[in-house]
């Protein structure tokens, strides 16, 4: 039998609907099969959809993962926003499927903050420079230069993480996400691969984009794990002390703003963004 489910649509790391990444928020009365909460997930088609408290994330494939950074603080904006919890709670634990539990905490001025586990990269070897180099530029439809290419340590083996110079302009640059991708992952079994500049105007330390279109959508609008390596390596290539605040920004075509805290000590990332709503509804489920 069909129930009515109500669901929020918020947006992360942003402060206007137009901007950040997009989370559907859905309110089930009762424990729903995996089967329909993935059917439910493709029918609302953003690029993470999420149960709330007993936490459960879903790519707009359908593909439950085990955890999602702006999923969870679009979840909690949205638990308190529907009073869920009484006034005096400031902090949110979400019980995940093998994650464990994941805590957020709503901070002064309308931020969300989380912690996630951080970890340093390990630079390619020359023949993967070789391997991987003329891929880039295939997806790039051009030369670009390439500064550094990396993979993730424990917990993040399958992220690439690719530096390029600054003068590359990376948020204006035409990606062809299926070339980059579909290569580098048929070659080397890299899923998750994110591209960084460092930048000298405005606040943010350095940008990034994205892209992981064997598990999520073309481009990621903003990602929060992809951050995870990208704050220790930025901070120790810039000089910059860990637990200072820093600023990034992930310029795909949406965009998003992101602070954040590395506590090198404790091996954790705080990753603090806004959350707008962007609309309220039903789906039957």
């Given at each position: 039998?069909s129930q009515t489910?109500?669901f929020?649509l918020?947006?992360a790391?942003a402060t206007?609907?137009y901007?950040g990444?997009?989370?559907?928020?859905?309110?089930?009365?009762?424990?729903?099969?995996?089967?329909k909460?993935m059917g439910?997930?493709?029918?609302?088609?953003?690029?993470?959809?999420v149960a709330k408290?007993?936490?459960?994330?879903?790519t707009?494939?359908g593909t439950?993962?085990?955890l999602?950074?702006h999923?969870?603080?679009a979840?909690?904006?949205?638990?308190?926003?529907?009073?869920l919890?009484s006034?005096?709670?400031?902090t949110?634990?979400?019980?995940t499927?093998?994650?464990?539990?994941?805590?957020?905490?709503r901070?002064?001025?309308?931020q969300?903050?989380?912690l996630l586990p951080?970890s340093?990269?390990e630079?390619?070897?020359?023949?993967e420079?070789?391997?991987?180099?003329p891929?880039?530029r295939?997806?790039?439809g051009?030369e670009v230069a390439i500064?550094?290419?990396?993979?993730?340590?424990a917990g993040f083996?399958?992220?690439?993480?690719?530096e390029l110079?600054?003068?590359?302009?990376?948020?204006?640059?035409?990606?062809?996400?299926?070339?980059?991708?579909?290569s580098?992952f048929k070659?080397?079994?890299?899923?998750v691969?994110?591209i960084t500049t460092?930048?000298?105007?405005?606040?943010a330390?350095f940008?990034s984009?994205m892209?992981?279109p064997?598990?999520?959508q073309?481009?990621?609008?903003?990602?929060g794990s992809?951050?995870c390596?990208l704050?220790?390596?930025w901070?120790?290539k810039k000089g910059?002390q860990?637990?200072?605040l820093?600023?990034a920004?992930?310029?795909?075509?949406?965009?998003?703003?992101l602070?954040?805290?590395?506590?090198d000590e404790?091996?954790?990332l705080s990753?603090?963004?806004n959350?707008?709503?962007i609309?309220?509804?039903e789906?039957?489920?």
């Open positions: 039998m489910v109500p929020t918020l947006s790391f206007t609907p901007t990444n997009p989370a559907a928020i859905f309110f089930p009365q009762n424990e729903l099969p995996v089967e909460l439910i997930a493709r029918n609302i088609n953003q690029p993470m959809t408290f007993g936490v459960r994330f879903f707009s494939k439950e993962v085990p999602c950074g999923g969870t603080l979840a909690a904006k949205a638990v308190f926003d529907q009073h919890v006034e005096e709670v400031e949110i634990e979400f019980q499927v093998t994650r464990g539990v994941v805590a957020t905490q901070l002064e001025g309308g969300f903050e989380m951080s340093f990269t630079e390619l070897s020359p023949s420079y070789t391997e991987i180099t891929m880039i295939n997806a790039f051009r500064n550094y290419m990396g993979r993730g340590g083996r399958e992220y690439l993480l690719i110079d600054e003068k590359e302009n990376l948020g204006a640059c035409s990606v062809n996400a299926d070339a980059l991708v579909k580098i070659e080397t079994g890299y899923v691969h994110t460092s930048n000298s105007s405005g606040d330390l940008v984009r892209f992981a064997t598990a999520l073309d481009e990621d609008p903003v990602c992809a951050h390596l704050t220790p390596y901070q120790g910059i860990a637990k200072q820093v600023k920004k992930q310029v795909s075509p949406r965009g998003g703003d602070t954040l805290r590395w506590d404790k091996e954790l990753l603090r963004g959350v707008v709503v609309a309220h509804g789906i039957v489920s």
